[in-house]
C-alpha cells in the first residue's frame, strides 16, 4: 500500500533561517502533492500543489520541490518568522484502481524562535 | 465568501452512544470529505461524497457512516463509540468531483471526547 512519511515531528530554527521540511512516499509515483498549514485546534489551511511533472513550484516565501526519483518532496520557508511556527502536513494523490486516494502524512511541527 | 462550516465545535460522548456530526461546504463546492485525526495515526480519510454519493470510502469499520443532501451539506454518524472514537473530526469541501481535484478547504472540526 502507498505510505507517506514526513520525517521530523518537530523543527526547531531561527528567525530569518531557512526552514526545510521533508515528506518521502513509497510505492506508485503521486499524481500530485500538497502541502498544508495547521494551526493548534484549527483545520488544515492548503499552501502549494505540485504535480508528478512539475520539479519546483513557488509562492511568496514559500517553494516546494518534487523529486519521483528520490520519492520525496521538500517543502522551504525562506526568511522564516515566528509567525512560521505551526505544523505543516504533506498529502499525496494518488490512484490505486480507478479512485483518487489522498493520503496525509502525520505533520512536521515547526517552531521558529525570535 | 463562508468558509466551511462544522458543528458541533466540541462534543463529549459516553461509550455505546452515537454521534451526529455536521458540514457545510462552501458555497458552490459539491464535493466533502471527511477525515479523522488523531495525535497517533494522523488524518486519515473517511469518506467522500459528490452530488450525494458517496465516491470513495476509507478503511474504517461499519459504525462510520455518512451522507449528503441536495445541498451539497454534509453529515457524518458514528455509533456505539468507542473511546479510541476520540479525535478530532475534520470536513474538507473542493470545487470540482473529489479530493482528486485539488485544493481541499477544510472546516475548523469537531472535537469528539469518548468517556
Known amino acids: 500500500s502507498q505510505k507517506i512519511e514526513q520525517n521530523s515531528e518537530a523543527l526547531n530554527i531561527q528567525e530569518g533561517k531557512t526552514a526545510t521540511l521533508t515528506c518521502n512516499y513509497t510505492?506508485?509515483?503521486?499524481?500530485?502533492l500538497q502541502w498544508y498549514r495547521q494551526d493548534p485546534g484549527r483545520g488544515p489551511v492548503f499552501l502549494l500543489l505540485?504535480?508528478?511533472?512539475?520539479k519546483e513550484k513557488r509562492k511568496e516565501r514559500l517553494k516546494v520541490t518534487f523529486d519521483t526519483t528520490l520519492k520525496q518532496s521538500l517543502f522551504h520557508i525562506t526568511a522564516s518568522q515566528p509567525a512560521d511556527s505551526a505544523t505543516y502536513l504533506c498529502?499525496?494523490?494518488?490512484?490505486?484502481?480507478?479512485?483518487?486516494?489522498?493520503?496525509f502524512g502525520k505533520g512536521t511541527k515547526l517552531s521558529v524562535k525570535p | 465568501k463562508a468558509g466551511v462550516t462544522q458543528t458541533p465545535r466540541y462534543l463529549i460522548k459516553t461509550r455505546g452512544q452515537q454521534v451526529t456530526l455536521s458540514c457545510s461546504p462552501i458555497?458552490?463546492?459539491?464535493?466533502v470529505s471527511w477525515y479523522q485525526q488523531t495525535p497517533g495515526q494522523g488524518l486519515q480519510f473517511l469518506f467522500e461524497?459528490?452530488?450525494?454519493?458517496?465516491?470513495n470510502k476509507g478503511n474504517f469499520p461499519g459504525r462510520f457512516s455518512g451522507r449528503q443532501f441536495s445541498n451539497s451539506r454534509s453529515e457524518m454518524n458514528v455509533s456505539t463509540l468507542e473511546l479510541g472514537d476520540s479525535a478530532l473530526y475534520l470536513c474538507?469541501?473542493?470545487?470540482?468531483?473529489?479530493?482528486?481535484?485539488?485544493?481541499?478547504?477544510f472546516g475548523e472540526g469537531s472535537r469528539l471526547t469518548v468517556l
Open positions: 474538507a469541501s473542493s470545487l470540482g468531483q473529489g479530493v482528486s481535484t485539488g485544493e481541499l478547504f
Open positions: 510505492n506508485y509515483s503521486p499524481a500530485y
Open positions: 505540485i504535480r508528478e511533472n512539475e
Open positions: 498529502a499525496l494523490l494518488y490512484y490505486g484502481g480507478s479512485q483518487g486516494n489522498l493520503i
Open positions: 458555497s458552490g463546492h459539491r464535493s
Open positions: 461524497y459528490f452530488s450525494e454519493t458517496q465516491r
